[in-house]
Each structure stands twice: as structure tokens, then as C-alpha cells.
């Protein structure tokens, strides 16, 4: 069945510590990329998307993702997180030829100072 | 921006009873909604898409005559669920394409417990 994968359910990191979080996807074709952030107790929030050009796409809050095609991965990066960053992230896949959006199954991230 | 108002934020009712959620798109319109459910510390699971003025389409054990959905005009979509049962208690989101920027903006969500 076509899917999002976010491999890090829960992680766990120090402030200052940089952030990778995993999506893989398994649609053919052509599709568009987001990954969207929770905190606590709010709505979703979209850090960053990925239509179409350069595949390292920077969103907001220092935040970034690179998409490569050939893995069907769109991965989530942070150089150095913060102990706002905790929250709940969300990857999120569209097919270009349809409106929905399918989203992973979501990564909890805690950061203590 | 584009602004999504998903109205009640929280809601209590009495199994067998029906709860309506609205869902309005503020400063744009669109043409297509999403409906999604979400279970405490799990992901958003599509439950259906809206369409104006078509019905909509619901993913695959979705119950279509317990959520019933409405898309009656370019702005306002709503969700329905039908003889609620405590088991019907969750999270729901609903989603708005914005075809001016091809985003997704999401409303705050309505907290439905079933007592």
C-alpha cells in the first residue's frame, strides 16, 4: 500500500544537539512535500514544502529538508535544536495528481536543556 | 494568510446524539476540504475529502452515513457525526486547498468526547 514512513517514532535530544528526522514515501510519480510541526495543545503548522527545483528546501525556525528522488525520502534537519522545538513533526506527501495530503506517522521530539 | 476557522474547538455530547463541526475558510476559497481524525499521540488519518457542490469521497472504513459531510458553498465545509458513540471520540482536523499557493492550511481542530 502506497505510505508515509517516519522511522523515529520518539527522540530524545540535548539543546544545541542537531536534529535529523526520517520520512520515506512510497508514491510513483511526481508529488509534493511538507512537513508540518504540533506543539503542544496547538494546530499544525507548516515549516517547509517542496514542489519542485532545489531539493535542499529551508523553511522557518532554521529548519530544512532534502529531498532525494532516488531514496523517496524527504528528511527533516536542524543543526541545533532548541527546547522550543519540542513538539510533534509531521511529514506529509501529495500526489500531484489528486488534492490529498497523506501524512506519516509522526515524530515526537524532546529536547531538554 | 490564509486562514482556516474549524468551529467548535471542544465539544460533549451524549452517546446517540449528533455533533456538527464547521469548517471555514476565511480570506480564500476553496473548492476542495479535507476531514481528518486524530487519535492521542498518533498521526492524522484522512478520513475524507470534500467537494463543493459534489458529494464527497471518503477513505477507504470510513463510514459515510455516520460522518456526514457537506460542502455546501466556496467557503464552508461541515462534518457531521451521526448517532455518536464514546468510540468516536477523538481529534478532528479539517484542511483547506489554497489553489492560490497550492498549501494546505488546517483549522485548530475540535476535541468531540462521547459520554
Known amino acids: 500500500a502506497q505510505s508515509v514512513s517516519q522511522h523515529n517514532h520518539h527522540v530524545i535530544l540535548s539543546e544545541a544537539a542537531s536534529l535529523e528526522l526520517g520520512c520515506n514515501y512510497s508514491y510513483g510519480g511526481t508529488v509534493n512535500l511538507f512537513w508540518y510541526v504540533q506543539y503542544p495543545g496547538q494546530h499544525l503548522q507548516l515549516l517547509l514544502k517542496?514542489?519542485?527545483?532545489?531539493?535542499l528546501v529551508k523553511g522557518i525556525k532554521g529548519f530544512e529538508a532534502e529531498f532525494i528522488k532516488s531514496k523517496f525520502s524527504f528528511n527533516l534537519r536542524k543543526p541545533s535544536v532548541q527546547w522550543s522545538d519540542t513538539a510533534e513533526y509531521f511529514c506529509?506527501?501529495?500526489?500531484?495528481?489528486?488534492?490529498?495530503?497523506?501524512f506519516g506517522t509522526g515524530t515526537r521530539l524532546q529536547v531538554f536543556p | 494568510g490564509a486562514v482556516v476557522s474549524q468551529h467548535p474547538s471542544r465539544v460533549i455530547c451524549k452517546s446517540g446524539t449528533s455533533v456538527k463541526i464547521e469548517c471555514r475558510s476565511l480570506d480564500f476559497q476553496a473548492t476542495t476540504m479535507f476531514w481528518y481524525r486524530q487519535f492521542p499521540k498518533q498521526s492524522l488519518m484522512l478520513m475524507a475529502t470534500?467537494?463543493?457542490?459534489?458529494?464527497?469521497?471518503?477513505e477507504q472504513g470510513v463510514e459515510k452515513d455516520k460522518f456526514l459531510i457537506n460542502h455546501a458553498s466556496l467557503t464552508l465545509s461541515t462534518l457531521t457525526v451521526t448517532s455518536a458513540h464514546p468510540e468516536d471520540s477523538s481529534f478532528y482536523i479539517c484542511?483547506?486547498?489554497?489553489?492560490?499557493?497550492?498549501?494546505?492550511?488546517f483549522g485548530s481542530g475540535t476535541r468531540l468526547t462521547v459520554v
Open positions: 517542496y514542489f519542485s527545483g532545489d531539493p
Open positions: 470534500s467537494n463543493e457542490g459534489s458529494k464527497a469521497t471518503y
Open positions: 506529509a506527501v501529495n500526489k500531484k495528481d489528486t488534492d490529498k495530503l497523506i
Open positions: 484542511s483547506a486547498r489554497n489553489r492560490g499557493n497550492y498549501g494546505y492550511t
